[in-house]
Structures are given as structure tokens and as C-alpha cells.
């Protein structure tokens, strides 16, 4: 199994950038699909991305097409998330997810991932 754990969140202005991290403790990482869920208060966590063993990406029309871009590094165990022209609406606690993904389908259900970081806040300020 993996432990993924965030770093990289924290307070941008409105259209700027940032690019969070989940180093992923344990083996196999290869073997892994990857996610970035986010979770505002008072909404429902949501998949922003999702990244699979074999490297084929999928995003959320709704909160990152378009705007971020998911990439993973095998060799550093690390699964990142570009997002750039942060808005108003993106602040959340988000989340890196991990999943065994070898002979199962892509999938963006939180319940389909067993295993989670601990979350990193990102603030947007206006």
C-alpha cells in the first residue's frame, strides 16, 4: 500500500498559480492510480483530477479542465497538480488520493480510493 501525503498548498491571488505535491510513501508506486480531490466547506469532496498507473489522465469539466494539469513521477514516488488562473470559487482542502490500479476501470469516486493524505488548505485571495 501507499501513504500519500500533500505539500505545496497555501494563499495565491486571484489568476495566479500554484502546484501542490503528494509524495507517496510505500511500494509499487507504479501500480497506482493517483487522484486530487478538493472539498470546500459545507460542499461534497470532488475529483479535480485523476491520474492513472499507466499515466492516462481524466479531469473534471467543471473544476479543472482547462486549468490544471495532473503529472506524476515515478522515480520521486510524487503526483503533482498545476492549477493556474486560481478563482474566487477554487479555495478548498485538497486532497491526493491513491488507489491499486492495475485490472480496474478509471474511476473519479472518492469511495474508490483507499487511500488519502491528510489534505492541504489553498486560499485564493480577490
Known amino acids: 500500500q501507499v501513504q500519500p501525503v500533500e505539500s505545496g498548498g497555501g494563499l495565491v491571488q486571484a489568476g495566479g498559480s500554484l502546484r501542490p505535491s503528494c509524495a507517496a510513501s510505500?511500494?509499487?508506486?507504479?501500480?497506482?492510480?493517483m487522484a486530487w480531490f478538493r472539498q470546500a466547506p459545507g460542499k461534497e469532496r470532488e475529483c479535480v483530477a485523476s491520474i492513472r498507473y499507466s499515466g492516462g489522465s481524466t479531469y473534471n469539466t467543471d473544476s479543472g479542465k482547462g486549468r490544471v494539469t495532473i503529472s506524476r513521477d515515478n522515480a520521486k514516488n510524487t503526483v503533482y497538480l498545476q492549477m493556474n488562473s486560481l478563482k474566487p470559487a477554487d479555495p478548498a482542502v485538497y486532497y491526493c488520493?491513491?488507489?491499486?490500479?492495475?485490472?480496474?476501470?478509471?474511476?473519479?469516486?472518492?469511495?474508490?480510493?483507499?487511500?488519502w493524505g491528510q489534505g492541504t488548505q489553498v486560499t485564493v485571495s480577490s
Open positions: 510505500g511500494r509499487d508506486f507504479n501500480d497506482y492510480d
Open positions: 488520493a491513491a488507489r491499486w490500479g492495475r485490472f480496474v476501470s478509471a474511476s473519479t469516486e472518492a469511495g474508490e480510493y483507499a487511500y
